[in-house]
């Protein structure tokens, strides 16, 4: 790394303040004609192109007076939806609710058609539920009007009403239970309020179906569809004989709940592979396979066999191994199911080895911590505010010893809190039934405030870092531990002598330096990830190609999880993220958890897999670290072979990252696909997926096969032992509409590997939506100064805003499905200009084509103590107005 920070010195000349994940944006970095003087009184044209969110559809009867009208509140007028989908919608009762459409006469329910999987969740998320309450019904397919149960909470389960979820809290769930054409119904309980409707796959952090899986060879926990279409009354059968039906031994459990079978011995074996189908002549390949394997592994691999046969049958509910379970550290955390970037790292596998220490700290240089955040708590040690001035600081004087965050709202929007997403993915509280996790949850997180309103300046950061180093700094304070590891998810343009100077010392008293590589996509270095001494972190997706924001040049060292949320790759029903602590203080302060994108989150993955290596061996060092990047032995490598500029040496593994600090194990042969998860929608019917052995010893023997006949699968670009990239061919010819999945599995010498596929078939709109949304130009007072009303057309929308005069500027944009005048509020659509947790000044002096952005139903998950906590009474509520529009 040395010799790529000598190169990093003299790119540039000055350095002169830190924003969130990027610089300020001039019209000189955005590809404008700002060099040419403005006229006096003459005025400009801005426009541009927003994308609708992925997966995004718009509710067809909001309030909105402006927005395009169908009524969808019966059976035979439900609106048909995608799935997977991320809905934003509006209900209320008679006489609820602000001045619009439905005021008076009241939008009760809502209906929507579609065709969704077992297995699947459908998630309604209440905006406010101080104004209203919203309850989730779920009905057949086939319902008439003879099925309406009127919204009612008590209806008991029948009559067409397959699912209900009639709590009073933010959030209703139901997981669908039979592969299906439902209804969906959002009911007004009470009140008014906006709502979110998130359609898609219910996450699992459970391992794949693999041969090195720890389970009983040759048993399997199975559970029948006992009301299924092929079978009888439960009271008919017994163990043995639905044991028979599948050629399976029983040994315990009775119909009606799960059931233990064996595979029993050949003759027995020999009678489940007939019943089940799988008596096909093996290839010489999968002979040569069997011959390398131990009489267990033969075993093992016939039992997943059995299990995915019996998957495919339609009157099993589910089959499963049967796991030998030990005391294992993967955490139990609520939404711990939707942080895919976890595993993407390998990080289950290093947390049975370590969950980090509590010697081991963390110094997030940011925008403070929210210290009473649920997940948050017990996992802090003192820090500092070295905010120095009080017009940045918001908290009402200069640097003082509160690390607290009071938001960095401008008066025209809620505040990021993006500090506290930062820290909760290095070390939320984690393993306790709540919130999400952390990757270093035994580890101390120190926070260093540096950023307010408007973001910070070099100065204060530097003094930040000191402080973190235990060197001398302004406040005439030290910690009394040194922090390990310093994150920044900040940066900027210009090189600073005196920064490169800190950052020398607090790396020469061994304290390991992280920082976010910059969200511009641009080769151009950006500060302080590109100093000599500290580690650039770039961004990958959930497929783990490069984040389409992510820098990306010399300077980048490694690579790791920094989310997409243009997209929703893994079918959940929610953009592809990174799902960590935060708050929304729009009105009270509510702690919530939210789906960021940025390099600033894919910092903290690398600070917190090194603060797992550190509780394994104390006493790495900043050059020790270093080289292990260098040597690639601590990554998966992307892209080009060896180091590229995209993804520097590769993307973080914590599995090899902690074993290789603990003592150099030789890892073992281990397959894996990338991506995990396929979503085809209703458009797309080609991808590319990649094997890859994650293990240091040699794999051989990878092959791939579909369980479904309109999906392909076939070897694009593969070596003799079939690693490499095979491509997914989807036929939709003769299908009736509906959504459909499938398993891609890929087997292997060391174990198997299931990549699931789905698809949607028919005539249902294939437009995204995010609803009729407003774009809005506001000065740098925040008033709104030009505005354009914009209806989507195949999944954009064109705007212009004529009129112009010379300035500064920021743009914003999104829906007012409530018809309050605010655009952005929680349940409606927003975005910003660059993005919206980092919104950038445009400065003007010309026409400006080409102000393009993204737009997206907001997704929150309400912190579950929230309700116990209720508004942080040390925080003064934001009297932020929103984003005002006209009329």
């Not at 003592?663 to 979503?679: E, F, I, K, Q, R």
């Amino acid at each position: 790394m040395e010799t790529v920070f000598l190169n990093k010195l003299y790119r540039s000349i000055t350095w002169l303040f830190f924003t969130l994940l990027l610089t300020v944006v001039s019209a000189c970095s955005s590809g404008g004609d700002d060099d040419e003087e403005p006229v006096e009184n003459e005025t400009y044209t801005l426009s541009g192109t927003i994308n609708a969110g992925a997966s995004d559809v718009a509710d067809s009867d909001v309030n909105d007076p402006l927005a395009d009208y169908t009524a969808n509140d019966t059976f035979s007028a439900a609106q048909s939806i995608p799935n997977p989908a991320t809905l934003g919608g509006y209900v209320n009762q008679p006489n609820s609710g602000e001045s619009g459409r439905s005021m008076s006469s009241g939008d009760i329910s809502d209906r929507f058609a579609a065709s969704l999987l077992a297995g699947q969740s459908i998630n309604l998320t209440v905006a406010d539920t101080d104004l209203g309450d919203a309850d989730l019904y779920l009905y057949e397919g086939t319902c008439t009007e003879s099925c309406y149960v009127s919204c009612d909470f008590e209806a008991e389960l029948g009559n067409g009403l397959v699912g209900k979820s009639v709590t009073e809290g933010e959030l209703e769930t139901i997981t669908v239970s039979e592969n299906g054409n439902y209804f969906i119904e959002v009911c007004a309980w009470d009140g008014a309020s906006n709502y979110t409707l998130a359609i898609g796959q219910a996450p699992s952090s459970a391992p794949a179906l693999t041969t090195d899986a720890d389970f009983v060879p040759g048993e399997v926990i199975v559970k029948f569809k006992e009301n299924g279409v092929t079978t009888q009354q439960t009271s008919s059968h017994t163990l043995e004989s639905r044991a028979a039906t599948v050629g399976l031994k029983p040994l315990a459990g009775t119909p009606g709940r799960q059931m233990l079978m064996s595979l029993g011995d050949a003759g027995q074996q020999n009678i489940a592979r007939a019943t089940l189908g799988l008596n096909k002549k093996p290839s010489q390949k999968a002979k040569l396979k069997a011959a390398r394997q131990t009489a267990e592994q033969q075993l093992k691999l016939e039992t997943l066999d059995v299990i995915s046969a019996l998957r495919k049958r339609v009157d099993v509910l589910y089959a499963e191994p049967n796991y030998i379970r030990q005391a294992l550290a993967t955490p139990n955390d609520t939404y711990y199911a939707y942080q895919w970037h976890y595993p993407q790292i390998n990080l289950p596998d290093a947390w049975d080895i370590t969950t980090g220490s509590s010697n081991v700290i963390v110094s997030v240089i940011d925008t403070g911590v929210l210290l009473n955040h649920p997940d948050m708590v017990g996992q802090l040690i003192g820090g500092y505010d070295f905010i120095s001035d009080p017009s940045i600081a918001v908290d009402g004087d200069g640097i003082d010893s509160n690390p607290d965050d009071p938001g960095d709202s401008d008066g025209t929007r809620p505040s990021s809190f993006h500090g506290t997403h930062v820290a909760g993915t290095v070390a939320a509280a984690s393993n306790n039934d709540n919130g999400v996790a952390g990757i270093a949850w035994q580890s101390k997180i120190m926070p260093m405030r540096v950023l307010g309103r408007g973001g910070g300046t070099s100065y204060d950061i530097n003094q930040s870092i000191l402080y973190s180093a235990q060197l001398a700094n302004d406040s005439n304070t030290l910690p009394p531990q040194k922090a390990d590891i310093i994150n920044m998810s900040l940066g900027g343009a210009g090189f600073s002598q005196a920064d490169q100077d800190v950052i020398t010392q607090a790396r020469n008293a061994g304290v390991i330096i992280i920082a976010a590589a910059g969200n511009e996509n641009t080769s151009s270095l950006s500060y302080p990830a590109s100093y000599d001494g500290v580690v650039s972190v770039s961004a990958v997706g959930f497929d783990k190609s490069k984040a389409s924001y992510s820098n990306y040049g010399t300077a980048i060292d490694i690579a790791a999880p920094g989310g997409e949320t243009s997209v929703d790759l893994n079918a959940d029903g929610y953009a592809d993220g990174v799902l960590s602590t935060a708050a929304d203080d729009s009105n009270s302060l509510q702690y919530n958890y939210v789906f960021y994108q940025g390099t600033s989150m894919a910092a903290p993955h690398m600070a917190g897999v090194v603060a797992l290596m550190k509780a394994v061996e104390p006493t790495l060092t900043p050059n020790q670290l270093d080289t292990l990047i260098a040597s690639s032995m601590i990554t998966e490598d992307l892209g080009t072979a060896g180091r590229d500029d995209l993804f520097g040496h590769g993307l973080i593994d914590a599995y090899k990252a902690v074993t290789e600090v603990q003592g150099g194990v030789t890892l073992p042969a281990h397959l894996d696909v990338t991506p995990a998860t396929v979503n085809l929608g209703s458009l797309q019917s080609t991808k590319t997926l990649l094997a890859s052995n994650s293990g240091e010893e040699a794999l051989t023997g990878v092959t791939a096969v579909s369980n479904q006949t309109w999906l392909t699968v076939s070897d694009t670009q593969v070596d003799g032992n079939g690693l490499g990239s095979y491509t997914l061919s989807a036929n939709r010819a003769g299908l009736a509409d509906g959504t459909y999945s499938a398993d891609v599995t890929f087997s292997s010498a060391a174990n198997t590997v299931t990549v699931k596929v789905f698809m949607q078939v028919g005539t249902i709109s294939t437009e995204n939506s995010s609803g009729f949304i407003y774009v809005l130009l506001l000065d740098e007072n925040g008033d709104n100064v030009g505005q354009a009303n914009v209806a989507v057309f195949n999944g954009q929308y064109a705007y212009s805003i004529p009129d112009v005069s010379a300035g500064t500027y920021t743009l914003v944009a999104g829906s007012d499905i409530d018809n309050d005048q605010l655009i952005c509020d929680r349940g409606e659509s927003c975005g910003a200009y660059l993005t919206l947790d980092n919104v950038s000044q445009i400065v003007i002096s010309g026409d400006r084509p080409g102000l393009n952005f993204g737009v997206q139903h907001q997704s929150s998950i309400l912190a579950e103590s929230a309700a116990s906590i209720g508004q942080d009474k040390a925080k003064q509520p934001n009297t932020h107005p929103g984003y005002k529009r006209k009329p």
